[in-house]
């Protein structure tokens, strides 16, 4: 049990802190960095929209406001809307703006397989309709794609939290982490899944699973296995609201893993197949790890009552009582609309995320996950 319980304890160590820490190594040791120049190739801005009458005004005025030069812009809303945005969309026909409208229901990914060869722009550039743009954002974008060797540009997400919101900073923690661990992966020309809010992909190299699959995780290892580079341009910024409660994030997490695990383990097959190592081990690392760390910790807390027998697990048994219970104690704090101290934000939204990686991989083995849009916001 010892053994078990130590290793288990190694495992989330090496998730958080020991990846990071090879990254760096690997970047010491890697070639030559992204060669970036000003360029304006033809770019499609993809906007993905179900039911956004509320914001899609907003995304549309904001892509008209870009600094990028029309000509070379195409801006096109992709939509499986029943509500009013199709209708406010085509109020900007005469601006340009492009609407394909969907009345049958597939889902985003069913949604860009459809439209994608309809567009006319070199690079497409994924936004969706929430997703709010610095005016140089597209530029910075493209950019990267002076090297040829580059096939997918993520840009960065920045959270914009409202008074009212309970896990602003907390998201915004969790947030600088994962750009942390973005940038280092970009310094091996390997980012393991871009953003799904502001990326862009060489046209030519749109190759899902799918008619079903292929979001912002699949499409860039998609195309890192074709021997592109994969990179983060930090420069390139969109703006989100985050989340209203945790119990909103911890739907969304549950709904996102649950997608992504089987195209995770679908990409580490065909990965090991062609023997590039350096994804398998990213995936394994980055992702496989990171999601079973819930269940992890499970393990730890389970094992750790039959370790009694010295003062050193009586310690750690009594430190996680603890922050399980801050844990909760979050929960309930937020359900009667308190507010909490952010120890006790930190803590319960470190529970929420790796339950929610834990249920949804337990969603995806039980065949309840389904392709289309499932707005939590």
């Known amino acids: 049990m010892k053994v078990v319980f130590w290793l288990m304890v190694f495992l989330i160590a090496y998730s958080y802190f020991g990846y990071p820490i090879i990254l760096m190594v690997l970047g010491l040791g890697k070639g030559k960095k992204v060669s970036k120049r000003k360029i304006t190739p033809t770019v499609s801005l993809l906007i993905l ?61 069913a949604t860009i ?26 530029r910075k974008l493209i950019r990267n794609f002076n090297d040829p060797e580059v096939g997918c540009v993520s840009g960065q997400l920045k ?19 994962e750009v942390f661990i973005k940038k280092l992966e970009s310094g091996i020309n390997s980012v393991l899944g871009a953003n799904g809010s502001i990326y862009a992909i060489r046209k030519k190299l749109y190759t899902p699973i799918s008619k079903y699959r292929g979001d912002d995780f699949e499409i860039p290892i998609k195309i890192a296995q074709k021997g592109y580079k994969v990179v983060l341009e930090a420069g390139a910024i969109s703006f989100e609201e985050v989340s209203m409660k945790t119990r909103e994030e911890f739907k969304r997490k549950v709904r996102i893993i649950a997608w992504v695990w089987t195209s995770t383990l679908i990409l580490l097959k065909d990965s090991f197949k ?20 819930g269940l992890f910790l499970a393990l730890i807390f389970s094992i750790n009552f039959f370790l009694l027998d010295k003062s050193l697990y009586l310690g750690l048994l009594v430190i996680q009582i603890t922050f ?36 949804g991989i337990f969603k995806t083995i039980l065949g309840k996950q389904k392709p289309t849009w499932q707005k939590v916001r």
Request: hydrophobic share 40%.
């Open 324 to 359: 399980y219970s801050l844990g909760i104690w979050g929960y309930f704090k937020e359900k009667r609309g308190e507010k909490s101290n952010e120890l006790i934000n930190v803590t319960y939204y470190f529970c929420a995320i790796n339950l929610a990686a834990v249920l």
């Open 159 to 177: 959270y914009v939290s409202s008074q009212e919101a309970s896990i602003g900073k907390t998201e915004g923690l969790y947030w600088k982490y």
């Open 49 to 109: 929209a179900y039911n956004e009458e509320k914001i899609i005004r907003e995304k549309i005025k904001n892509s008209l406001d870009l600094d990028y030069p029309r000509d070379k812009l195409e801006v096109v809303v992709a939509s499986e809307s029943t509500d009013r945005t199709n209708e406010i969309v085509r109020e900007y026909a005469e601006q340009g703006i492009i609407l394909y409208s969907f009345k049958e229901r597939e889902g985003k990914q």
């Open 274 to 293: 062609k023997r590039q190592f350096l994804l398998v081990f990213q995936l394994i690392s980055h992702k496989i790890l990171r999601w079973l760390v």
């Open 113 to 138: 397989y459809r439209v994608i060869p309809l567009l006319k722009g070199e690079i497409v550039v994924f936004s969706d309709a929430n997703a709010l743009y610095q005016r140089n954002a597209i």
